[in-house]
């Protein structure tokens, strides 16, 4: 029996058989994949040469990855609405990588420094030649290439203080925590976190005793100490009015007091 195939219906790679509203989905989809594969290879060249004119060095302060490449893929062409979608096997432009800023990240989770990289986004040519990366900058703006390394490189110094602040806040607390362990045996010693209106978050550490007194330090890595944050006596605490002042009428004078 010989088969007969529509007029309408037309070969598609390997004998699929597409309609020509079908074929001419494909058509147009390969020449946009080739429209904006170009496109893209020239606003990546003109963000390469953006950045080293405004001194940025490749492989230092930035690294282009752009690729473009012709491949065969199944895509997805057509609607769901009008029922037209349909899948197919076409060979086309596409393209991988890009612009990418290098720097650096204090990684708080495991408590190390890491190299970095920040994607860039430059304004279309018809608007200028600024760029911006959200990773450095403290709002979305698009800036000058020579602005926008300034700003990495405050960036990157900025990531190599607060991991060198943690490293010496870190180490002096375990002093603390050694110190006041070796020097009062039988009072516990732990570490802890609080707040101050002027110092912000920070670390503490609380010396309790079994009577439950207790004196807690605020560390100070700035000044690479431990100050006296809050105190507690039990036996002061429960003392009564009139015992209170019998223990005050027999302090000593303090000196320089009228």
Same mark, same amino acid.
């Given at each position: ?35 904006? =594969?170009?496109?893209?290879? +020239?606003?990546?060249?003109? /963000? #390469?040469?953006? $950045?080293?004119? !405004?001194? *940025? ?41 890009? =612009?990418?800023?290098?720097? +650096?990240?204090?990684?708080? /989770? #495991?408590?190390? $420094?890491?190299? !970095?990289? *920040? ?140």
């Amino acid at each position: 029996m010989t088969e007969f195939k529509d007029p309408n219906q037309l070969d598609l790679f390997a004998g699929v058989l597409l309609t020509p509203d079908q074929q001419k989905l494909v058509e147009n989809y390969i020449e946009q994949q080739d429209r904006n =594969i170009t496109y893209q290879e +020239k606003e990546n060249q003109r /963000s #390469d040469d953006l $950045l080293v004119e !405004a001194g *940025f060095i490749k492989g230092v302060h930035f690294k282009n990855d752009f690729k473009s490449y012709t491949d065969t893929r199944t895509v997805t062409l057509g609607y769901s609405y009008n029922q037209t979608q349909f899948n197919v096997e076409v060979t086309a432009k596409f393209y991988t990588g890009g =612009i990418s800023l290098l720097g +650096k990240r204090f990684d708080l /989770s #495991d408590k190390k $420094l890491k190299d !970095a990289t *920040f994607g860039v986004d430059i304004q279309p040519m018809f608007l200028g030649d600024k760029i911006q990366s959200w990773g450095i900058q403290d709002q979305s703006r698009y800036i000058k290439p020579k602005t926008l390394l300034v700003k990495l490189l405050e960036h990157n110094e900025k990531e190599k203080r607060r991991f060198e602040e943690y490293n010496k806040q870190t180490a002096l607390l375990s002093a603390t925590l050694n110190k006041y362990k070796t020097l009062y045996p039988s009072a516990t010693v732990t570490s802890g976190r609080d707040y101050a209106k002027y110092y912000g978050p920070f670390d503490t550490v609380k010396v309790e005793f079994e009577s439950g007194s207790f004196i807690e330090f605020r560390i100070d890595p700035y000044n690479d100490r431990d100050v006296l944050f809050k105190k507690n006596d039990v036996e002061y605490n429960s003392l009564s009015s009139e015992e209170l002042l019998e223990r005050f009428s027999k302090q000593v004078k303090k000196e320089g007091s009228n």
